[in-house]
């Protein structure tokens, strides 16, 4: 698998798939991809907290 340093995490799924995540994030509280993505890697201990914190500071300076 291909490693780059643009900070984009790219896979290959099908429409269907990807509309059932989308849907489920929507009934879920309308988390985007992005959050359940990062938010999984912290539960799974793939990412510190403080990764998440630091954006979340980031975006109330923006």
Not at 5 to 21: L, N, Q, Y
Not at 33 to 58: P, V, Y
């Amino acid at each position: 698998m291909r490693s780059s340093t643009s900070g984009r995490v790219v896979i290959d799924i099908t429409p269907e798939e990807k509309r059932a995540i989308y849907a489920e994030l929507k009934a879920r509280g309308g988390l985007t991809m992005r959050e359940w993505f990062k938010q999984k890697a912290i539960e799974d201990g793939l990412l510190s907290r403080s990764s998440q914190d630091t954006e979340s500071n980031s975006k109330e300076e923006s």
